[in-house]
């Protein structure tokens, strides 16, 4: 029978939500993972466990069909993939920055400096594309700390809250990728392997839309229906349903996350009571 080959980080940022989200789309691990190689229960799955900045290559050579890594390193390796998912987990940038208490006068800034970086793919693009010359100086780690012991003039890394670049006095000034854990796959695959990558993207889609939406339920005046309704349209649409109390339904629906407190604000003031939101455990349209 035919497996997907899924690559999944060994340890590190992406390890955990990478294995949650796939437990949450029914797919469980048998104890005692961490191992190179391991086998799901209850699908036809096998797990590799790499470091992240190998997944890549391994996808587009065929050593694993699918896997889940950060947009950062997809784009610094540039091997033909399709990015399938986009998952939302591992947000991050990545930006230039320099001393802070250096003015900045825009991108030419960088002319004839070092920028010490370890995605110098990434930011030879961008330093071409606006006609740039610098001087990459590739380090794989601790690249804050190049400006402090005079390495190099500017950094180009990963920035997430921030914080690492003012502990190490530096400034962001020029944004140049958003990256967020992304599922990739080869761009070639047997039929009966893609069909069980589109079985895993159907689950995965179905957690991830319930990640986003909420149930909601309320009271209303039967008045203001019509215009509840169109605020909280819902999957096809809501259901109405009578109160015992004269003039008065319950109204059942689903709720976008990213708009929730200007929806509840809405609703209020069309007279909505009783209003309570149910997370979703899985979401089929
Ligand atoms: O061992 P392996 O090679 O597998 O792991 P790794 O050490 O290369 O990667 P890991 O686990 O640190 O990160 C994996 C992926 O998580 C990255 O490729 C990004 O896609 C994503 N990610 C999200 C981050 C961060 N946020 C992040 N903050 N990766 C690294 N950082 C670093 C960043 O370099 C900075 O120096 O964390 C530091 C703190 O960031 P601030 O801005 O919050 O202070
Ligand atoms: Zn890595």
Known sequence: MEKLKIAIQKSGRLHEKSLELLKDSGINLPNGS???????????????????????????????????????VVAEK??????????????????LAIPRNVDYPGPHYFTNLKIA?????????????????????????????????????????????????ISNQLKEVETVLHSEAVLVANEKM???????????????????????????????????????VK?????????VMPLAEEGWSSLHSVLNENKFWEVIDQLKELGAQGILVIPIEKMIV
């Open 117 to 165: 970086t370890s995605y110098p793919n990434v930011l030879r693009k961008f330093l071409d594309d606006k006609g740039i010359k610098a001087e990459i100086h590739e380090i794989s780690g601790s690249v804050e700390i190049a400006p402090g012991i005079g390495l190099a003039d500017a950094i180009f890394d990963i920035v997430s809250s921030g914080s690492t670049l």
């Open 78 to 95: 540039g091997f033909r993939l399709k990015i399938m998912e986009r998952l939302g987990f591992a947000r991050c940038r990545l930006s």
């Open 190 to 228: 047997k039929a009966g392997v893609h069909e069980l990558l589109e079985k895993l993207l159907f689950r995965i889609r179905a957690v991830q839309k319930s990640r986003n939406n909420k149930y909601i339920l309320l009271n209303a005046p039967n008045e203001k229906i019509p215009d509840i």
């Open 231 to 239: 605020i909280i349209p819902g999957m096809k649409s809501p259901t």
């Open 34 to 72: 961490g191992k190179l190689l391991s086998a799901a229960r209850d699908f036809p799955l096998e797990i590799l466990f790499v470091r992240d900045d190998d997944i890549p290559e391994y996808v587009a050579d065929g050593v694993a069909d699918t896997g889940i890594v950060g947009e950062n």
